[in-house]
Structure formats: structure tokens, C-alpha cells
């Protein structure tokens, strides 16, 4: 599928919106209702108004500090991906879809329980095993149904692959687990699924990534993801992604620009080149109209505002809220 066919996919979903007979999910949380899209966004991708940066606007103008409301909302008022870890994912998956496919959109969203998931990091978790991430993933899958979705499948799973995280033939297990993940995602008809495959800082030889990648299912799927919760610009990533395309028979792919508006921290080491760091900007809004031929989509796959972790400085642990690093991203943001 190229980006065409993923803009089809977008208009699709827009015509069908008005002919669905999904029941609207209960929220619990006195969000926008269905029907009502970010003011601005254009893209057909999903805006989640029940995420942290939504929640930071309603806060921050319940407060009266509405110069940085503003500045949050140009998070909080574009498409960001959904992870997903839940123990039990299927019914906040049908619930995010039902909803989404209510407004005529597609949400994106984030596979993200492979086991030892982060290699014991700061987002450590995960399936206890394989047989429990094998059902986990089909209730996943459950939960898409027929609606439409894209899936980025396990950010860095892959990629550990090859840096010595998987020992002892896990490497071989988690291969498995990533095509089977493919496999049974694609079973639902409208869903696009894209196995993540690292940034452009952690491959060195592109030509060593390709055997693992096919293992993976990347043929399989509508293609693979990449720079995800990285700070590359579109220029370096699609010059490494555009080699890994070569490398598995002109796989097409997707890449986040949550971060990148002003690239990676040049000389960076160790926890310092991608755990919060500063001085870095929201980067390109979420589109189909990339202008690269294999490009399916710039997307915010990282939620731009949410941290990376503790870093060993103390900072939010992973995926919780970070009030004072998302305003520096959208402060610095051209």
C-alpha cells in the first residue's frame, strides 16, 4: 500500500462515518462529543480528546493561564498515536475505533506489550511470555473489528533485537511473536499495520536489518515505522528508511515527527541524545501528503509532552505527563 492507498483509507472512513451503527462508548470523562474534530486538523487522522494534553488545556484555562493553553493546544489539537499496554486491551481499542469511526477518522495506535518490552528500561512490562502476548494481540485485534485503524506494532522491539537485548534464542521468539502480530492485525479488513524498525541513529548497516525485518512480517504488513519517540529530521530519517526500503523489496513506511522540528541533540551521549532532551520542538503535523514516493505518513507517534522516562535525573517516569518539556516543545515549534 502506498500513501495513496492510506488517504483512500482516510476518505473512506469519512463517507462511512454517517452510515455506522456503533453505539457511543462511555467515556467517563466529559470529553468533546462525537463528531467535534480539532479545530485546524485536516489530516483525518484521530484527536484524542481525552489525552494528557487535552487534559493540560482544560486545566491550564480552568486557571486562567491561557497564553500557555495555547501553546499546549498545539498538541492537544492534533493527532497523537494511542498506546496501548492495557492487560486486557479490546475494549478501550473498540471503544477508541467505535469513536473515531463516528467522527470519520482513523486513529493511530500503538501495539505495546511485547515481553521484556524496553529490555527492563524505563518502560519496562510487557506479556509475562509469548502464549500470553499471542492472545493479548488477538484481543487486540478483537478490538479493532472492521473499523479502521493504523497500527504501529512494538516500538523498539525490533531493533533490541540487534543490540543484544534478546539472549539465549529470544531474538528467534520475539521475530516469531512480531509476525504473528502482523498476521493476525491484518486479519481485520480495514486496519493498516506498520512494524516499527528503529531511527536513523541505531542502524549502522541497513543491509543487517533485512533478514530480521522479513522474519518480522514486514512484507506482510502495509509497511514499517520509523524514528519513533526520536528526534531525526525528515531528511536523515528517509535517507537511512529509504536504504531499509531497498533492503526489504520497496517497503513503504510512516514516520514521527512528533520531535524532530529541530532535530537531534548533535554530540549527544548516553541517556542525554533521546530521554528528554532539551532545546527539541514539535516537528511536522501529522499528514498523508508527504512528498516522498514511500512516505505513507508523517505522524506523532510519540505523544509530544509526555516523558521519556526518568532519565536518571528524576524527570516523570515514562509516558507520564511533563508540563514543563511540553511547553518547550510547542515554544520552540516553527
Given at each position: 500500500m502506498n500513501r495513496y492507498g492510506l488517504a483512500a483509507a482516510l476518505?473512506?472512513?469519512?463517507?462511512?462515518?454517517?452510515?455506522?451503527?456503533?453505539?457511543?462508548?462511555?467515556?467517563?470523562?466529559?470529553?468533546?462529543?462525537?463528531?467535534?474534530?480539532?479545530p485546524g486538523?485536516?489530516?483525518?487522522?484521530?484527536?484524542?480528546?481525552?489525552?494528557?494534553?487535552?487534559?493540560?488545556?482544560?486545566?491550564?484555562?480552568?486557571?486562567?493561564?491561557?497564553?500557555?493553553?495555547?501553546?499546549?493546544?498545539?498538541?492537544?489539537?492534533?493527532?497523537?498515536?494511542?498506546w496501548i499496554g492495557d492487560q486486557d486491551p479490546?475494549?478501550?481499542?473498540?471503544?477508541?475505533?467505535?469513536?473515531?469511526?463516528?467522527?470519520?477518522?482513523?486513529?493511530?495506535?500503538?501495539?505495546?506489550?511485547?515481553p521484556n518490552r524496553d529490555c527492563g528500561q524505563f518502560s519496562a512490562g510487557g506479556a509475562a511470555g509469548a502464549q500470553e502476548y499471542r492472545s493479548w494481540i488477538g484481543r487486540f485485534a478483537e478490538g479493532i473489528g472492521d473499523r479502521p485503524?493504523?497500527?504501529?506494532?512494538?516500538?523498539?522491539?525490533?531493533?533490541?533485537?540487534?543490540?543484544?537485548?534478546?539472549?539465549?534464542?529470544?531474538a528467534g521468539e520475539r521475530l516469531d511473536l512480531l509476525r504473528n502480530a502482523v498476521?493476525?492485525?491484518?486479519?481485520?479488513?480495514?486496519?493498516?499495520?506498520?512494524?516499527?524498525?528503529?531511527?536513523?541513529?541505531?542502524i549502522k548497516d541497513p543491509g543487517e536489518w533485512a533478514e530480521p525485518m522479513r522474519r518480522a512480517g514486514?512484507?506482510?504488513a502495509d509497511g514499517f515505522a520509523f524514528n519513533v519517540s526520536n528526534f531525526f529530521t525528515v531528511e536523515e530519517s528517509v535517507a537511512v528508511a529509504g536504504r531499509l526500503s531497498d533492503a526489504v523489496g520497496g517497503a513503504h513506511y510512516v514516520l514521527d515527527t512528533s520531535r524532530n522540528g529541530n532535530g537531534p541533540v548533535r554530540d549527544a551521549q548516553g541517556d542525554?541524545?533521546?530521554?528528554?532532551?532539551?532545546?527539541?520542538?514539535?516537528?511536522?503535523?501529522?499528514?498523508?501528503?508527504?512528498?516522498?514516493?514511500?512516505?505513507?505518513?508523517?505522524?506523532?507517534?510519540?505523544?509530544?509532552?509526555?516523558?521519556?522516562?526518568?532519565?536518571?535525573r528524576g524527570e516523570p517516569r515514562a509516558g507520564d505527563w511533563f508540563p514543563e518539556y511540553a511547553l518547550e516543545l510547542a515554544r520552540n515549534a516553527r
Open positions: 476518505a473512506l472512513a469519512l463517507a462511512t462515518a454517517a452510515c455506522t451503527g456503533d453505539p457511543a462508548p462511555s467515556t467517563g470523562s466529559g470529553s468533546a462529543a462525537p463528531g467535534n474534530t480539532a486538523d485536516a489530516s483525518g487522522f484521530y484527536v484524542d480528546p481525552d489525552g494528557a494534553a487535552a487534559q493540560e488545556v482544560r486545566k491550564l484555562e480552568g486557571e486562567g493561564r491561557t497564553e500557555e493553553a495555547g501553546l499546549i493546544r498545539k498538541i492537544a489539537d492534533r493527532p497523537n498515536a494511542i479490546k475494549d478501550r481499542v473498540a471503544g477508541i475505533t467505535t469513536k473515531a469511526r463516528q467522527e470519520g477518522r482513523i486513529p493511530v495506535l500503538v501495539a505495546y506489550h511485547i485503524a493504523l497500527v504501529v506494532v512494538e516500538p523498539d522491539a525490533l531493533a533490541h533485537i540487534l543490540d543484544n537485548c534478546t539472549q539465549g534464542g529470544q498476521e493476525t492485525l491484518k486479519r481485520q479488513p480495514n486496519a493498516k499495520v506498520y512494524v516499527d524498525a528503529g531511527n536513523a541513529g541505531w514486514v512484507p506482510q542525554d541524545a533521546w530521554c528528554n532532551p532539551k532545546g527539541r520542538a514539535l516537528g511536522t503535523e501529522p499528514t498523508t501528503e508527504t512528498g516522498h514516493e514511500r512516505v505513507d505518513a508523517f505522524l506523532w507517534i510519540k505523544r509530544p509532552g509526555e516523558s521519556d522516562g526518568e532519565c536518571h
